[in-house]
């Protein structure tokens, strides 16, 4: 069974550098092929996708938040890490994990974390 | 990037209506197209991949179809648990993706 678990502050203050943990289990992002992605929505709103990770260490980024993000992968551990720096309120949202599944450009997230919620706040 | 819109925005309906959610790319994404359910306070769970495949225990009143640029989910009897917001995800892009804007999905 695949799980997946965000774990990070509740809080963050503006201009501050967010740091999320997305732990995993059930299968190994140093199997071919394998990818986890993190994705925000906040409150009331729209689903975003922030970055992926795949197992030969690619990574990719919003286009929109590039230059704030980071991912990376502790296979070890089964962890995926989100750094997001220079916070801002418009940041608070409920970040998720997820797995990527797919084959060719046919890519979809299953399954997701719980998300975990951050609020950006003085 | 690939822009997707969803239409309605929201809408009403009653258990046992034919419900039908639509989804637009800005332009043509073959049928690299998934449908997610959330619920309140819950996470995204995937409904539909590749336009109109039925994930696994996924109930079979769901369905999609489209290609190119339209898409449309349909729940063909709405049950009391469907009551949702429905999300479409383009993966045409790979590996950047984009999702729709929802359609929240509520009683009559």
Known sequence: ??????????????????????????????????RVSWIRQPPGKALEWLALIDWDDDKFYSTSLKTRLTISKD??????????????????????????????????????????LVTVSS | DIQMTQSPSSLSASVGDRVTITCRASQSISSYLNWYQQKPGKAPKLLIYAASSLQSGVPSRFSGSGSGTDFTLTITSLQPED???????QSYSTPLFTFGPGTKVDIK
Request: charged share 10%.
């Open chain 2, 83 to 89: 009551f949702a917001t429905y999300y479409c995800q």
């Open chain 1, 1 to 34: 069974q695949v799980t997946l678990k965000e774990s990070g502050p509740a809080l963050v203050k503006p201009t501050q550098t967010l740091t999320l943990t997305c732990t995993f289990s059930g299968f190994s992002l140093s199997t071919s092929g394998m």
């Open chain 1, 75 to 116: 296979t070890s551990k089964n962890q995926v890490v989100l750094t997001m720096t220079n916070m801002d309120p418009v940041d608070t949202a409920t970040y998720y994990c997820a797995r990527i599944r797919g084959y060719a450009d046919y890519n979809w997230f299953d399954p997701w974390g719980q998300g975990t």
